[in-house]
Protein backbone atom coordinates (compact mmCIF):
# COMPACT_ATOMS: atom_id res chain seq x y z
CA UNK A 1 0.00 0.00 0.00
CA UNK A 2 1.62 2.89 -0.94
CA UNK A 3 -0.51 5.37 1.11
CA UNK A 4 -0.58 5.72 4.60
CA UNK A 5 -3.67 6.00 6.72
CA UNK A 6 -4.04 7.42 9.93
CA UNK A 7 -5.16 4.30 12.46
CA UNK A 8 -7.80 4.37 15.18
CA UNK A 9 -6.44 1.85 16.99
CA UNK A 10 -7.78 2.31 20.77
CA UNK A 11 -11.10 2.43 22.36
CA UNK A 12 -11.13 5.61 23.51
CA UNK A 13 -10.30 6.91 19.73
CA UNK A 14 -12.81 5.16 18.37
CA UNK A 15 -16.14 6.37 21.42
CA UNK A 16 -14.63 9.81 20.33
CA UNK A 17 -15.47 9.34 16.54
CA UNK A 18 -18.89 7.61 17.34
CA UNK A 19 -19.76 8.47 20.33
CA UNK A 20 -21.73 6.22 22.85
CA UNK A 21 -24.27 3.45 21.56
CA UNK A 22 -27.99 4.73 22.21
CA UNK A 23 -29.99 2.99 25.15
CA UNK A 24 -31.85 0.89 22.98
CA UNK A 25 -28.83 -0.58 20.93
CA UNK A 26 -28.14 -2.15 24.52
CA UNK A 27 -31.09 -2.68 26.00
CA UNK A 28 -32.58 -5.13 23.02
CA UNK A 29 -29.60 -7.36 24.19
CA UNK A 30 -31.11 -10.92 25.68
CA UNK A 31 -28.62 -13.67 27.39
CA UNK A 32 -30.66 -16.56 26.66
CA UNK A 33 -33.89 -17.42 24.06
CA UNK A 34 -37.06 -15.09 24.88
CA UNK A 35 -40.19 -15.78 23.11
CA UNK A 36 -39.90 -13.02 20.50
CA UNK A 37 -36.13 -13.93 19.62
CA UNK A 38 -37.21 -17.48 19.61
CA UNK A 39 -39.50 -16.89 16.79
CA UNK A 40 -37.10 -15.00 14.44
CA UNK A 41 -34.45 -18.25 15.04
CA UNK A 42 -37.30 -20.69 14.28
CA UNK A 43 -38.16 -18.91 11.10
CA UNK A 44 -34.77 -18.53 9.56
CA UNK A 45 -33.62 -20.84 7.11
CA UNK A 46 -30.10 -19.18 6.45
CA UNK A 47 -27.30 -17.82 8.81
CA UNK A 48 -23.56 -17.22 8.48
CA UNK A 49 -21.50 -18.83 11.08
CA UNK A 50 -18.70 -17.11 12.34
CA UNK A 51 -15.44 -18.91 13.71
CA UNK A 52 -12.21 -17.67 14.86
CA UNK A 53 -8.95 -20.11 15.51
CA UNK A 54 -5.15 -20.04 15.28
CA UNK A 55 -4.45 -19.55 11.76
CA UNK A 56 -7.20 -16.45 11.69
CA UNK A 57 -11.08 -16.43 10.88
CA UNK A 58 -13.67 -18.19 8.85
CA UNK A 59 -17.30 -17.09 7.91
CA UNK A 60 -19.06 -19.82 6.86
CA UNK A 61 -22.94 -19.94 5.32
CA UNK A 62 -24.97 -22.30 7.05
CA UNK A 63 -28.86 -23.62 5.27
CA UNK A 64 -31.04 -25.70 5.63
CA UNK A 65 -34.60 -26.60 4.26
CA UNK A 66 -36.32 -25.91 7.86
CA UNK A 67 -34.95 -24.17 10.81
CA UNK A 68 -31.07 -23.65 10.21
CA UNK A 69 -30.72 -24.45 14.25
CA UNK A 70 -32.47 -26.56 16.97
CA UNK A 71 -33.36 -24.81 20.09
CA UNK A 72 -32.34 -27.85 22.89
CA UNK A 73 -32.90 -24.99 25.59
CA UNK A 74 -33.27 -21.30 26.23
CA UNK A 75 -29.59 -21.43 26.23
CA UNK A 76 -28.39 -23.78 23.83
CA UNK A 77 -28.84 -24.45 19.71
CA UNK A 78 -27.75 -27.33 18.05
CA UNK A 79 -26.52 -26.72 14.48
CA UNK A 80 -26.38 -30.01 12.21
CA UNK A 81 -22.80 -30.62 10.24
CA UNK A 82 -23.76 -31.74 6.71
CA UNK A 83 -20.79 -33.52 4.88
CA UNK A 84 -19.03 -30.83 2.20
CA UNK A 85 -15.82 -30.18 0.81
CA UNK A 86 -14.09 -31.20 4.01
CA UNK A 87 -11.85 -28.09 4.55
CA UNK A 88 -13.52 -28.11 7.96
CA UNK A 89 -12.50 -24.49 8.57
CA UNK A 90 -15.32 -23.68 10.83
CA UNK A 91 -15.39 -26.82 12.48
CA UNK A 92 -11.09 -26.71 13.38
CA UNK A 93 -11.81 -23.48 14.51
CA UNK A 94 -14.10 -24.15 17.05
CA UNK A 95 -12.38 -26.98 18.25
CA UNK A 96 -9.18 -24.98 19.26
CA UNK A 97 -11.12 -21.98 19.90
CA UNK A 98 -15.06 -22.34 20.85
CA UNK A 99 -15.90 -18.49 20.43
CA UNK A 100 -18.68 -17.93 17.85
CA UNK A 101 -20.96 -15.73 16.32
CA UNK A 102 -24.44 -16.25 14.35
CA UNK A 103 -26.06 -14.02 11.67
CA UNK A 104 -29.98 -14.83 11.29
CA UNK A 105 -31.19 -14.38 7.79
CA UNK A 106 -35.06 -13.95 6.98
CA UNK A 107 -35.45 -13.11 3.11
CA UNK A 108 -37.93 -10.64 3.05
CA UNK A 109 -36.42 -9.04 6.01
CA UNK A 110 -33.62 -5.87 6.34
CA UNK A 111 -33.36 -7.10 9.99
CA UNK A 112 -31.49 -9.97 11.07
CA UNK A 113 -30.77 -11.15 14.99
CA UNK A 114 -27.00 -11.91 16.32
CA UNK A 115 -26.31 -14.96 18.35
CA UNK A 116 -22.70 -14.50 20.19
CA UNK A 117 -21.23 -17.48 22.56
CA UNK A 118 -19.44 -20.39 22.77
CA UNK A 119 -19.39 -23.88 20.73
CA UNK A 120 -18.53 -27.45 20.95
CA UNK A 121 -18.63 -30.50 18.57
CA UNK A 122 -20.58 -33.65 19.49
CA UNK A 123 -21.28 -36.77 16.89
CA UNK A 124 -23.64 -38.17 19.54
CA UNK A 125 -26.07 -40.47 17.41
CA UNK A 126 -28.85 -39.75 18.85
CA UNK A 127 -28.69 -36.04 18.59
CA UNK A 128 -27.79 -36.56 15.01
CA UNK A 129 -30.92 -38.22 14.57
CA UNK A 130 -32.91 -35.39 15.48
CA UNK A 131 -31.43 -33.74 11.71
CA UNK A 132 -32.15 -37.15 9.74
CA UNK A 133 -33.31 -36.84 6.20
CA UNK A 134 -34.64 -40.13 4.92
CA UNK A 135 -31.64 -42.58 5.76
CA UNK A 136 -28.67 -39.59 6.29
CA UNK A 137 -27.70 -38.13 9.43
CA UNK A 138 -25.44 -34.91 9.85
CA UNK A 139 -22.31 -36.01 10.61
CA UNK A 140 -21.40 -33.88 13.50
CA UNK A 141 -23.77 -31.39 15.71
CA UNK A 142 -22.38 -28.06 16.95
CA UNK A 143 -23.29 -26.77 20.01
CA UNK A 144 -24.11 -23.43 20.95
CA UNK A 145 -24.07 -21.89 24.11
CA UNK A 146 -25.82 -18.23 23.91
CA UNK A 147 -24.30 -15.58 25.42
CA UNK A 148 -26.20 -12.66 24.20
CA UNK A 149 -28.80 -12.15 21.44
CA UNK A 150 -29.76 -9.27 19.59
CA UNK A 151 -31.35 -7.66 16.83
CA UNK A 152 -29.04 -5.94 13.64
CA UNK A 153 -29.68 -2.88 12.46
CA UNK A 154 -31.40 -2.70 9.21
CA UNK A 155 -29.55 -0.04 7.41
CA UNK A 156 -27.26 -2.58 5.84
CA UNK A 157 -29.77 -4.76 3.72
CA UNK A 158 -31.62 -1.17 3.15
CA UNK A 159 -27.97 -0.07 1.81
CA UNK A 160 -27.79 -3.10 -0.53
CA UNK A 161 -31.21 -4.11 -1.82
CA UNK A 162 -31.16 -7.21 -1.20
CA UNK A 163 -34.25 -7.91 -1.44
CA UNK A 164 -35.35 -5.99 -4.59
CA UNK A 165 -35.89 -9.28 -6.84
CA UNK A 166 -32.92 -8.16 -9.33
CA UNK A 167 -30.55 -10.77 -10.12
CA UNK A 168 -27.22 -9.15 -9.92
CA UNK A 169 -25.22 -12.28 -10.62
CA UNK A 170 -24.82 -12.32 -14.50
CA UNK A 171 -21.83 -12.06 -15.67
CA UNK A 172 -19.87 -13.03 -12.62
CA UNK A 173 -17.47 -15.89 -12.82
CA UNK A 174 -18.77 -19.32 -12.32
CA UNK A 175 -17.02 -21.48 -9.78
CA UNK A 176 -15.62 -23.85 -12.38
CA UNK A 177 -14.44 -20.65 -14.02
CA UNK A 178 -12.52 -19.55 -10.84
CA UNK A 179 -11.00 -22.94 -10.12
CA UNK A 180 -9.45 -23.33 -13.63
CA UNK A 181 -8.01 -20.14 -13.24
CA UNK A 182 -6.29 -21.34 -9.91
CA UNK A 183 -5.34 -24.68 -11.18
CA UNK A 184 -4.16 -23.06 -14.78
CA UNK A 185 -6.83 -25.24 -16.28
CA UNK A 186 -6.33 -28.30 -14.71
CA UNK A 187 -9.27 -28.03 -13.15
CA UNK A 188 -12.48 -26.71 -13.48
CA UNK A 189 -14.05 -25.02 -15.79
CA UNK A 190 -17.42 -25.69 -18.27
CA UNK A 191 -17.37 -29.33 -17.16
CA UNK A 192 -17.16 -28.85 -13.73
CA UNK A 193 -19.85 -26.49 -13.34
CA UNK A 194 -21.81 -29.11 -15.44
CA UNK A 195 -21.69 -31.57 -13.36
CA UNK A 196 -22.16 -29.82 -10.15
CA UNK A 197 -25.44 -29.38 -10.00
CA UNK A 198 -26.28 -33.25 -9.92
CA UNK A 199 -23.55 -33.90 -7.79
CA UNK A 200 -24.80 -31.48 -5.23
CA UNK A 201 -27.84 -32.72 -5.42
CA UNK A 202 -26.24 -36.44 -4.70
CA UNK A 203 -24.66 -35.20 -1.80
CA UNK A 204 -27.01 -32.35 -0.23
CA UNK A 205 -27.69 -34.76 2.70
Given at each position: ???????I?T?????EH?????A?A??????Q?T???R???AA???????????????????G???????????????????R???????????????R?S?L?I?????N???V???A????????R?Q??????LP????????????????????????W?????????????E??A????????G??YD??????A?????
Amino acid sequence: MSRKFEQINTVEALLEHYGQPGAPALRKVAHQMTPLYRAWIAASKLCVLSTVGPQGTDGSPRGDEGPVVLELDPNTLAMPDWRGNNRLDSLRNIVEDGRVSLLFIVPGSNNVVRVNGGAWLTNDRELRAQFAKGPRLPAMVILIEIAEIYTQCARAFMRAGIWSGQDESVGLPTAGEILAQMTTGEEGGAPYDAAWGKRAEKTMW
